[in-house]
């Protein structure tokens, strides 16, 4: 079992920073692969960024190059650093953790969540 509190969201105007993180307790979050996902008002749930047990990291078309996903296994975190950030972009941030090997878009492959972080940006 493993337990993940986001923190970092807020409100930012268009082209602004944020830095979400994903604080981990029970187990260490390097054994797990680790994605974020986010869903907006009246839309499904969407993959973000991950990275695997392995340690590849894969992210979205629409954040690709604006957003980068990092572990500091010494916090028992991951990070997700957001530049230039969109309007589009506003949504509830989740992070998510999976203990098996390889990487998926499926937010059902993942076993534990944490209970997000609001993400505002204004035009």
């Known amino acids: 079992q493993v337990q993940l509190v986001e923190s970092g969201g807020g409100l930012v105007q268009a082209g602004g920073s944020l830095r979400l993180s994903c604080a981990a307790s029970?187990?260490?979050?390097?054994?797990?692969?680790v994605a974020w996902f986010r869903q907006a008002p009246g839309k499904e749930r969407e993959f973000v960024a991950s990275?695997?047990?392995?340690?590849?990291?894969y992210y979205a078309d629409s954040v690709k190059g604006r957003f980068t996903i990092s572990r500091d296994n010494a916090k028992n975190t991951v990070v997700l650093q957001m530049n230039s950030l969109k309007p589009e972009d506003t949504a509830v941030y989740y992070c998510?953790?999976?203990?098996?090997?390889?990487?998926?878009?499926?937010?059902?492959?993942?076993?534990?969540w944490g209970q997000g972080t609001q993400v505002t940006v204004s035009s």
């Open positions: 990275t695997t047990r392995g340690g590849s990291l």
């Open positions: 998510a953790a999976r203990s098996t090997y390889g990487t998926t878009w499926s937010s059902s492959d993942y076993d534990y």
């Open positions: 029970g187990r260490a979050l390097y054994s797990f692969g």
